[in-house]
């Protein structure tokens, strides 16, 4: 089972942050928080990870809270090509075992 | 460098029959993964090949197999197709198996089962 907890829509206008919240409250200490998004009938795209830092990269950035068990992924001015359904992933590891558990997801919708 | 490829892109079959999809992933990646995507399920987790050894299985029938070349690439078969196989298959690879290493997806194989 998905370990995290994300709202199923949002809506955001064009230009604006994205602000997808995710909540992720049985985090372990050794497990990272990844995001992927995927749009419409394409594969999953890898946005961020990070473990208890806060991350930043040319697509988004990863807001983490002190006490890991939640985490808001920023879409800085949004377009509309960031439509997509975006997931947080606590990545379930034990060694060896690693793999993506997806949840439902939020999906994103950016309006004109 | 070119993205994980999987081959072919649409593919129709009909209850009973057999299917193979194959997966090439980003040059250097020894580590492949598949996925089944379905609007009820959501995406699921189906096996792991590293290093032309099965890692790590999902809960899926014994109809669902897979393999891995030492070139990496990789095919899953599904025998005895049943409608509710219709799916989006998606492969993924990263560079190693095992830490956490990112994932990159390909862009699915879309089966129909008639």
């Known amino acids: 089972d998905a370990k995290t907890t994300q709202p199923p829509s949002m809506d955001c206008a064009e230009g604006r942050a994205a602000n997808l919240p995710c909540n992720h409250s049985t985090i372990s200490g050794n497990e990272y928080v990844y995001w992927y998004r995927q749009i419409h009938s394409q594969g999953p795209q890898y946005i961020i990870h990070?473990?208890?830092n806060n991350e930043t990269n040319e697509m988004a950035s990863l807001i983490i809270t002190e006490d890991r068990k939640s985490s808001t992924l920023i879409l800085p001015h949004a377009t509309l090509r960031d439509t997509a359904v975006y997931y947080c992933?606590?990545?379930?590891?034990?060694?060896?075992?690693?793999?993506?558990?997806f949840g439902t997801g939020t999906r994103l919708t950016i309006i004109p | 460098k070119a993205g994980v490829t999987q081959t072919p892109r649409y593919l129709i079959k009909t209850r009973g029959q057999q299917v193979t999809l194959s997966c090439s992933p980003i040059?250097?990646?020894?580590?492949v993964s598949w996925y089944q995507q379905t609007p009820g399920q959501g995406l699921q987790f189906l096996f792991e090949?590293?290093?032309?050894?099965?890692?790590n299985k999902g809960n899926f029938p014994g109809r669902f197999s897979g393999r891995q070349f030492s070139n990496s690439r990789s095919e899953m078969n599904v025998s005895t197709l049943e409608l509710g196989d219709s799916a989006l298959y998606l492969c993924?690879?990263?560079?190693?198996?095992?830490?956490?290493?990112?994932?990159?997806f390909g862009p699915g194989t879309r089966l129909t089962v008639l």
């Open positions: 992933i606590v990545l379930i590891s034990n060694f060896g075992n690693e793999k993506l558990t």
């Open positions: 993924a690879s990263s560079m190693t198996s095992g830490g956490t290493d990112t994932q990159y």
């Open positions: 990070g473990l208890k």
């Open positions: 090949y590293f290093s032309e050894t099965q890692r």
């Open positions: 040059s250097g990646h020894r580590s």
